[in-house]
């Protein structure tokens, strides 16, 4: 049998990428077209629709792919193998045996064989593609099997001699490709009698854990909007060439690319829904496309993007979730896009086709989903479906006012994800809304409870008259309940209304203002964040102050607040009271990184974890805070730099250096006219503890002991601000010089000796170093 493919497809086998499951979905898509053609044909099909996938049991095992469908010819079975070979309907068919067939195959393995057969022959036939066996003529064997049943019909795709990474993948990871495929092909699995078996074990279709049709939300309190919205758009019927598959500009009556004659016209429609799911999620949510009913893109968001026609390129503003985007998203939908045209991986719809252009337009409009920021750039409310439920759902707030469920006092987010798996797992509870609608109720209920506990104990069980009577501007001397008010008997049978006067709930952006209006600049951390991987952002680092509590939207006690201002700038609050800090030691940077990171990883849609994400901004946009020996050298040595010239200072205020080099040993003596030789300053040592000029040069220990031997010089405010000779006590004294000469230990080791420090050693430096600037005279 000649499979000879064409030079293009040659040049492409080995260019195209296919994961473990796209390679076994594309063996999938053609037993599933064979199976949708007999549907389509009305014909009855009693043996049913089942495509079964057999997995590799050891890394020389096989993968094989059996179908029940029609089977084929010999004729039909030369042309489905043949490389780069296509049927004749371009629009309707997930794949046919072509280019798929062939770089999923040779990516899974070395020899591939096909039988086939119909009911009523006498034999399997088929043939096999061993890519070691055959030569320049692309001649492929034929082969035969035995049939012991003639009324046997359908396909077998044996692949052996299996790669061996993508042999441990399939053995492995059994459960992960039938979660994959389900997903991929829920729509197919769900709407038509086909079954699918991998491993043995049925594919279920990967459904949406959605809310109902009849959810909704009122937004401003009156306008209602639905949690599920129908997507059904009919465009102007298109002209595509049925050889080549592609849609015609004009209405020539040949095909502008391929040049044949096989033109037909075909509907084009924008089908399906988008809505509301029932959790949030960090990265299941988004919107699914499918093109014949097979999955495209799952969980796709670029729709939550602007890209402004205005701008210019890389300016993309993502637009949802934004608002506590370290929550995911929870806007869904499942749009059918058959007209559309896709990459040969079968991943990616072609973006830059006018289709998709209109499909974008149709579900998110051109204006951006944000009111304010439509208004401010000129556009129109958009009012778009996509718009719609942005609008209505964009909070995660608890109660019915965004559709979340909450215990009372604040979202149940972990609690309706795990009600999602149970839903995926197919509990029989868990299968309508039900349960996450009772718990928006069950939070109103708690909510309203509260509030109605907290009136009654803000209003007394009798009015104070004497306040009422003062609001109402009656003399302050007239009397109370209970003694004689003869002015007014005739109305006082009439119990007097309370008083109730509505608190005024601070907004967020109230309380925002307030935090900052009492916060300082941090000006390390008043910076721009961020990783080439994950996207940038500029942050203004703000220290809240002492007496104030920083508090999140649901009226917790936070270590750090993030707030989004426009486009990429965030501005950061934090607390310096909270127990992470005050009492766990907490670094400011390592909490503030771990909230930037969930922002980043939502907006660059980043697979990587938590800790990853944390590691890689902060070498990324903290390199200064590096700790190695080289840059925490370098900040001690600077440290002793400006200690050193303080030191010689105070001793020149004193005359007090001959004194000081006295106290050098003969050995720091003779290093630090050596040190001063090194550096060039030769002339300076014949005046050595004739000035201060040695204290520069001086072992930097040696420093440590000049403060311990002469702290009357240094201390009180001369170079460090810590007491001493006004200390009575002598441990008094002692104390107040060990913090200083404690510190100074560690930073003049570690600026000797930085190269050989260990992490440890580091660390504690760096904390001496923050410790003893504070105790430098003047730096309070």
């Known amino acids: 049998m000649k499979i000879t493919p064409s030079a293009r497809v040659l040049s492409m086998l080995g260019e195209i990428d296919f994961d473990e499951w796209q390679c076994v979905a594309e063996l999938v898509d053609n037993p599933f077209d064979n199976f949708l053609d007999i549907l389509r044909s009305g014909t009855e099909w009693p043996d049913g629709f089942t495509v079964s996938v057999t997995l590799p049991s050891s890394p020389k095992g096989v993968l094989e792919v059996r179908d029940t469908g029609r089977g084929m010819s010999y004729d039909q079975l030369a042309r489905a193998v043949r490389a780069g070979w296509s049927g004749n309907d371009m629009h309707d068919k997930l794949g046919l045996f072509g280019m798929g067939f062939n770089i999923s195959t040779a990516r899974l393995g070395r020899r591939t064989r096909v039988l086939t057969t119909r009911a ?21 064997e034929d082969i035969t099997e035995p049939k012991s049943d003639p009324s046997q019909h359908g396909t077998r795709i044996i692949v052996d001699r299996l790669h061996r990474t993508r042999a441990e993948w399939l053995r492995r990871n059994g459960s992960a490709l039938r979660n994959t495929l389900g997903s991929v092909y829920s729509w197919i ?81 924008i089908h399906g829904w988008l809505g509301v799911q029932r959790y949030l999620d960090k990265t299941e949510y988004g919107i699914d496309f499918l093109r014949n009913g097979r999955k495209i893109l799952r969980w796709d968001k670029r729709l939550f993007t602007w890209n402004n026609p205005d701008g210019i390129a890389g300016n993309e503003e993502p637009e949802y979730p934004v608002e506590l985007a370290h929550q ?6 499942e749009i059918h896009l058959d007209h559309v045209p896709v990459t040969y991986q079968k ?71 795990d009600w999602g798996r149970k839903f995926q797992a197919g ?32 209003v007394p ?64 951390l008043h910076r721009s964040f961020g990783h080439p991987e994950l996207g940038y952002v500029k942050v203004r680092t703000l220290l809240l102050k002492s007496d104030e509590r920083l508090l999140d939207d649901n009226g917790l006690h936070v270590p750090v607040l993030l ?42 849609r980043s697979d990587w974890s938590p800790s990853q994400l944390v590691a890689a901004i902060r070498a990324e946009s903290l390199q200064d805070s590096a700790l190695d020996g080289t840059t925490v050298g370098a900040e001690a040595r600077d440290l002793l730099a400006e200690i050193r010239a303080r030191v010689a200072e105070a001793l020149d205020h004193s005359d007090g250096y001959a004194t000081a080099y006295d106290h050098l040993t003969p050995e720091e003596q003779f290093a630090t006219e050596e040190e001063m030789i090194a550096a060039g300053r030769v002339s300076l040592v014949g005046h050595l503890g004739r000035n201060s000029g040695f204290v520069h040069h001086m072992p930097a220990l040696a420093l440590v002991r000049l403060v311990q031997a002469m702290p009357e010089s240094f201390m009180d405010g001369a170079v ?9 006590s002598p441990s008094g004294k002692a104390l107040s010089l060990a913090r200083v000469t404690g510190c100074l230990a560690d930073v003049a080791t570690l600026g000797t000796f930085a190269g050989g420090a260990t992490a440890q050693q580091m660390r504690r430096a760096r904390l001496s170093i923050a410790l003893l600037r504070d105790e430098l005279a003047g730096e309070e």
């Open 720 to 728: 460090f601000r810590g007491p001493y000779a006004g200390v009575s």
């Open 347 to 417: 991943d990616a719809f072609e973006y830059g086709d006018r289709s998709w252009l209109t499909t974008v337009e149709l579900l998110r409009g051109a204006a951006p989903l944000q009111p304010q920021r439509a208004h401010k750039l000129g556009y129109p409310e958009n009012d778009s479906p996509l718009a719609l439920l942005f609008k209505g759902f964009r909070r995660n707030d608890a109660g019915l006012r965004y559709l979340v469920p909450g215990d009372g006092h604040k979202p149940v987010h972990a609690a309706t994800r």
């Open 328 to 333: 995911g998203g929870r806007l869904i939908g």
């Open 427 to 458: 509990d029989p509870e868990f299968q309508t809304d039900e349960h996450w609608w009772q718990q928006v109720l069950r939070h109103e209920e708690i909510k309203n409870r509260g509030k109605e506990a907290r009136t009654a104990a803000s």
């Open 461 to 524: 069980t009798q009015p104070d008259e004497k306040a009422v009577a003062e609001a109402l501007g009656f003399p302050t001397d007239m009397p109370t309940s209970g003694m004689a008010r003869p002015e007014i008997a005739a109305t006082a049978s009439a119990p007097a209304a309370p008083v109730s006067v509505k608190e005024k709930k601070e907004t967020r952006s109230e309380r925002l203002a307030r935090y900052e209006s009492v916060a300082t600049p941090h000006a390390y």
């Open 563 to 604: 707030d989004q201002r426009s486009g990429n700038e965030l501005t950061a609050l934090i607390d310096p009271e909270h127990a992470a800090f005050r009492r766990f030691g907490a670094d400011y940077a390592d909490l503030l990184l771990v909230d930037l990171a969930a922002v980043l990883k939502v907006r660059a």
């Open 189 to 269: 699995l769900a709407e038509h009698p086909f079954d699918l078996y991998v491993g043995g074990t049925r594919v279920k279709p990967v459904r949406h854990c959605r809310w109902g049709d009849d959810r909704y939300v009122l937004y401003n309190g009156k306008e209602r909007i639905p949690a599920y919205i129908q997507i059904d758009q009919k465009l102007q019927d298109g002209i595509a060439c049925q050889d080549c598959g592609e849609w015609q500009i004009g209405s020539g009556e040949v095909c502008s690319v391929c040049g044949g004659g096989n033109l037909t016209v075909r509907e084009r429609r």
């Open 120 to 140: 009523g022959d006498t034999e399997w036939i088929g043939v096999e593609i061993d890519l070691d066996r055959i030569k320049d003529d692309f001649e492929a």
